[in-house]
């Protein structure tokens, strides 16, 4: 594994969380230009 500094945002909209924690029909919207990774934050 080789992790990498977040560098692009982007915003998804989904259905709701499965119950392992994953996105149900998840779609990308948009990058975000306008924020930086560190204001990124799960619901």
Do not use: S
């Amino acid at each position: 594994v080789k992790w990498l500094k977040p560098k692009l945002i982007a915003e998804i909209k989904f259905l709701e969380f499965t119950k392992d924690n994953e996105l149900r029909a998840p779609v990308f919207l948009r990058f975000r230009f306008d924020k930086k990774p560190e204001e990124c934050t799960l619901p």
